[in-house]
C-alpha cells in the first residue's frame, strides 16, 4: 500500500496523514494477534492454523477491495490484520521446529527470500496497478494469489508435508497467560523484543513515507514510485544471496551493527539528497541493511523458547507490528508538519542507537547462540 497512499488521500479528499490507518490499521491487529495465533498454533498444530489463517485472508482482502468508505477500509483493513497475523510467525516457528539450529539462519534467510519477492511484487505492482487501474485492484490481485497459496498448503498436508510440529501443547487462557509472563519474565528475551521494537518503530515508521516523499519531491507518477521502492527488496536478496559469507564473515554482532550503520546512512541520504536517481541506491543499500539486522533478529527468536516456539515467535511479531504501526502513525503527524526529511532523519539517529546497542549489549547467550532455558525449566 505504501506506492498508493497518495491515491487514497486524493480520491477522498485528505492529507496523507489521515490515510495512515491503511498502513497501521493493518500492522495493529496482525501485531496484536500474533499472541493469540502463537498459542493456538503451538496447541492445534501451525501449519494447520496456517491454512485456515489463509482462508480467512483471502476473504477480508476481498472485503478490503470493496470498500466504498474511509470507515469501511479501515474495518476491513483491521479484519485484514488479524486473519493474517498467523502466517509468516508461524512458518518461522515451523521452520524452527524442523531444522536444527545451526542450519536455521541461513535456511530463514532463504525464506526470507519469499518475503522479500512478495514485497518486490507489492511495491511494483501496487504503484503500476494503482496508476492503470485504482488501488482497489491490488486488492483483488492479492486475494487471487491467496487462492493459489492455500490450495498449495492444502496439497502439502494431504501430501504428508506438515508432519512437523503437529501441535499438542497445553491451552487454556491460564496456560496462554503463564506461557507469556514466563517468556516476559527472561531477560534474553526482553533483550529480543527490545530490539525488534526499535528496530519496527523506526524503519517503518520512516519508509512507509518514502514514496510519499518522492512523490511530492520529484513530481513521480505512482508506478514511478513503486518501481523506485523495488529497490529496497533488490538489497534484500542481495542479503538473502550472500548471507552465509556475510554470517561468516562478520558473526553475530557485527552483522546487525553494519547493517544498522548502512541503514542509517540511507536515511541520512534520502533526507538531504535533491537528485532523483540517487534514490534508487539508497533504497537498495537500505533493504540490505535491514535485511542483515532482522535476520539476526528472526533468528534470535527461534531460539527463546524452543518448548513454546509458537508462542515466542508470536510474541517477537507482535512487539514488530505494534512498534511499526506506532512509528508510522507518529511519523504521519510528524511528517504533516515538519516535512518527511526531519522524519528520515531522526531514524538515522535511532538506528546509529540500535547499531551501538547490538553490538555492545547482545547477551552472551544469544551471542553464542546456545541460548539459556532457565526460565523453560524453572516453569
Keep these: 500500500m505504501d506506492a498508493v497512499l497518495p491515491q487514497i488521500a ?9 490515510v495512515a490507518f491503511v498502513a497501521t490499521g493493518y500492522a495493529f491487529t496482525y501485531g496484536l494477534f500474533q499472541l493469540v495465533f502463537g498459542r493456538l498454533g503451538d496447541r492445534y498444530g501451525k501449519f494447520r492454523v496456517i491454512t485456515w489463517a489463509g482462508v480467512a485472508s483471502c476473504l477480508m482482502t476481498l472485503a478490503c477491495a470493496f470498500s466504498t468508505t474511509l470507515t469501511g477500509i479501515a474495518l476491513a483493513r483491521l479484519l485484514s490484520g488479524v486473519a493474517a497475523a498467523a502466517i509468516v510467525p508461524l512458518a518461522i516457528a515451523w521452520i524452527g521446529d524442523a531444522v536444527p539450529h545451526e542450519e536455521r539462519q541461513p535456511l530463514l534467510a532463504k525464506f526470507m527470500s519469499s518475503q522479500i519477492l512478495g ?3 507489492g511495491q511494483v505492482g501496487g504503484g503500476v496497478m494503482g496508476e492503470y487501474f485504482g488501488w482497489r485492484s491490488t486488492f483483488l490481485l492479492i486475494a487471487a494469489i491467496y487462492v493459489l497459496a492455500v490450495a498449495g498448503l492444502v496439497i502439502a498436508r494431504l501430501r504428508g508435508g506438515a508432519s512437523v510440529g503437529t501441535g499438542g501443547g497445553s491451552g487454556g487462557v491460564r496456560a496462554t497467560i503463564q506461557t507469556f509472563s514466563r517468556l516476559l519474565r527472561d531477560p534474553v528475551v526482553r533483550f529480543v523484543l527490545l530490539a525488534v521494537s526499535i528496530e519496527a518503530f523506526a524503519m517503518f515508521g520512516a519508509f512507509t513515507y518514502v514514496g510519499a516523499a518522492l512523490r511530492f519531491r520529484f513530481g513521480f507518477d505512482f508506478a514511478m514510485v513503486g518501481a523506485f521502492l523495488a529497490s529496497y527488496c ?17 558473526g553475530n554482532r557485527k ?6 550503520l548502512i541503514v542509517a546512512a540511507t536515511y541520512f541520504g534520502l533526507a538531504m539528497t535533491q537528485i532523483a536517481w540517487t534514490a534508487v541506491p539508497l533504497i537498495a543499500a537500505m533493504g540490505l541493511g535491514f535485511y542483515m539486522i532482522h535476520n539476526s533478529l528472526q533468528t534470535m527468536a527461534t531460539q527463546m523458547a524452543p518448548d513454546v516456539r509458537g508462542s515466542s515467535v508470536a510474541i517477537f511479531a507482535t512487539f514488530y507490528f505494534l512498534s511499526q504501526a506506532v512509528g508510522v502513525q507518529l511519523a504521519g503527524f510528524v511528517i504533516d508538519r515538519a516535512g518527511a526529511a526531519a522524519v528520515f532523519v531522526a531514524a538515522a539517529v535511532i538506528f546509529l542507537g540500535l547499531g551501538v546497542l547490538l ?3 547482545l547477551p552472551i547467550s544469544l551471542h553464542a547462540g546456545n541460548l539459556s532455558r532457565r526460565q523453560g525449566v524453572a516453569r
Design 10 to 18: 486524493l480520491e477522498f479528499g485528505v492529507n496523507i496523514g489521515s
Design 119 to 121: 514485497l518486490l511484487a
Design 234 to 250: 533488490i538489497g534484500g536478496l542481495v542479503y538473502v544471496t550472500q548471507s552465509s559469507r556475510l554470517f561468516a564473515l562478520l
Design 255 to 260: 552483522l546487525p551493527f553494519i547493517g544498522s
Design 359 to 361: 553490538l555492545t549489549r
